[in-house]
């Protein structure tokens, strides 16, 4: 059993690209044991297997090569599966069903498995066999509209972000499930999708929608509903503000020397400083101008109003709060040598996340994890010659 505290799991991971792999990675990293199948030849739409994007979502995995379209490859994968708790994939719905490794084939199997499902835009409705792909999630699912300057049109997340939040939804989806399994005893179908998910990130801006009435707009980077919150100019470049609330409103006005605004009928509060937003943002901008960007970071945060710099990706793994949170970690990789990949932002006292092992190389445990579910050496051998591997 490995250490971990999902060390007691096996997991089998048939995911490509992003989502998916995303889901598993949360898994790999607090410990549990996960399987990837890859099919044999190039790494397809995954691209460059030494690339960094590939060497951040693989770690902690064992990968196997099986052709799932080879009787034998298939035959492989349902003994794999007697063996698993988890079977995580992200194939199109007509796909699974048709390679026979579909919910309903697995859990006649395995009643105990908990398999899990990320698609574009769902198991069902009208658009459940079209492609997925994070960019047409964000358009679809409302990211596009509200993001960039006012009047700038649709602007793209600098991020995966329907991408990501699938995987981790599915991730918690997942660990649900299994939680359940320990009273029922029985194993379930968790669903999510690139569609679901980007809607469910829009958080405050979807229920803007769907309890005010109000269709949010472009605000670019400008919160779009409390008053001051966004970019002001320093001497020396740039940074955030966020003087949310009445109490923090007095205690930024005062410390910036504008304590004048506080009776100023077109500051007294939110919302009227909302309809005055364009006046008070001018009027902000030209006190904090007047010191270095480091000088009101510091002066700001000790008045309890929050401000922090705006980083360029270097400048944050330079930041001496991310060097002592430990997110960049190092692992050893036969080909690269030590590399440095992203971390978990969550941390368990006792049992805490773990990048332990490196990317491994494509079917790397083919041999090792056929053994382990009771093939001998001439199996495997013929599973080889046969083409399955």
Known sequence: MNAGALGRFRVIDLTRVRSGPTAVRQLADFGADVIRIEPPGDSGLDGNRLGSDFQNLHRNKRSITLDLKHP?????FRRLAEHADVVVENHRPEVKKRLGIDYDTVRAINP???????????????????????????????LMSITGLPGQGPVRAGIAVADTTAGLYCALGILTALLER???GAGQWVQTSLLQAQIAILDFQATRWLIDGVVPQQAGNDHPTIYPM?????????????????????RFCEELGLAHLL????????????????????IIADATRARPAHEWIERLNGAGVPCGPIYTIDQVFADPQVRSLGIAQRVAHPDLGETTLV????????????IKTATPAQGQHTDEILREIGYDAQEIAGLRASGAL
């Open 343 to 354: 971390g978990q932002p969550v941390d368990l006292t006792r049992t805490p996340a773990q």
């Open 112 to 142: 105990r498995i908990v398999y899990a499902s990320i698609s574009g835009y769902g198991q069902n409705g009208p658009y459940r066999m079209r492609p997925g792909f994070d960019q047409i999630a964000q358009g679809m699912g409302g």
């Open 263 to 282: 009776d100023d009928a077109r500051f007294v509060n939110g919302q009227i400083r909302s309809k005055n937003r364009a006046a008070l943002y001018e």
């Open 230 to 250: 966004g970019v002001f100019p320093a001497a020396d470049g740039q940074i955030n503000i966020a003087a949310a609330g009445d109490d923090m409103w007095r």
């Open 182 to 184: 320990e009273a029922s």
């Open 72 to 76: 034998h490859g298939l035959a492989v």
